[in-house]
């Protein structure tokens, strides 16, 4: 195991629904990361946060709403997304933003909205 | 087009056998360069790391090479096993601390068969 869990690791959705992502890191790690992996595209980074301060938005749709209450947890809280934002979702953390510290990633949730 | 190609797009290859996987890119101002593996069901794991002054770095039966010059990196598998099937993911950071930049490729799929 990395140190990083991710719940749930499947979930599928309505169009219309509300549903949230959890992650947690056991690392002692200071930056957190939510990446977004679709089919035969690059890994997409979503946000970045460094010491739960929100440092990075990549033009992410606000259907799509980060919350990091604490350096260990990061949550993805989803309402009223679209069946093109189904992929994998995973969630990395290193101990900082700087510098070459590895990522090290969760198992990802696989999102399905229909 | 992406700035880290990488090829082939899929590998199948006999347990025991080698294989070399290539990562072209394009991007500057270099930083470092990792190869990770993600198995399927799970989020990257970091194999190697390797800096400008690096040419080789190995781990276990995974040996990456970096030439800078040419901007390209491979990553051999020697004697490779059945638990080695899975993508294999090149990644260049650009720029230096908090204007670092991870370019992702789009990976390799290997499939080593009994």
């Known amino acids: 195991e990395t140190g990083v869990t991710q719940t749930p690791r499947h979930l599928v959705m309505g169009m219309t629904n509300k549903k949230s992502l959890k992650c947690e890191q056991h690392l002692g790690h200071n930056a957190m990361y939510w990446y977004k992996q679709s089919a035969k595209k690059p890994l997409e980074l979503m946000f970045v946060?460094?010491?739960?301060?929100?440092?990075e938005n990549n033009s992410v749709p606000s259907r799509f709403s980060p919350e990091c209450p604490n350096s260990s947890h990061l949550f993805l809280h989803l309402h009223t997304l679209q069946p093109e934002d189904s992929a994998l979702y995973l969630c990395?953390?290193?101990?900082?933003?700087?510098?070459?510290?590895?990522?090290?990633f969760g198992p990802g949730t696989r999102l399905t909205v229909l | 087009k992406n700035q880290v190609e990488q090829s082939p797009q899929s590998l199948i290859i006999l347990e025991g056998k080698n294989c070399t996987l290539q990562c072209n890119y394009t991007v500057s101002p270099f930083s470092n360069l990792r190869w990770y593996k993600q198995d399927t069901g799970r989020g990257p794991v970091s194999l190697t790391i390797m800096t400008f002054s690096e040419n080789t770095k190995s781990n276990g039966r995974y040996t990456a090479t970096l030439d800078a010059d040419t901007k390209q990196s491979s990553l051999h598998i020697t004697a490779s096993q059945l638990s080695d099937s899975a993508s294999y993911i090149c990644?260049?950071?650009?720029?230096?601390?908090?204007?670092?930049?991870?370019?992702w490729g789009l990976g390799t799929s290997l499939a080593v068969n009994p």
């Open positions: 990644v260049v950071t650009i720029g230096a601390g908090n204007n670092r930049k991870l370019i």
């Open positions: 946060y460094n010491f739960k301060e929100q440092t």
């Open positions: 990395a953390s290193s101990l900082r933003t700087s510098g070459n510290n590895e990522q090290f």
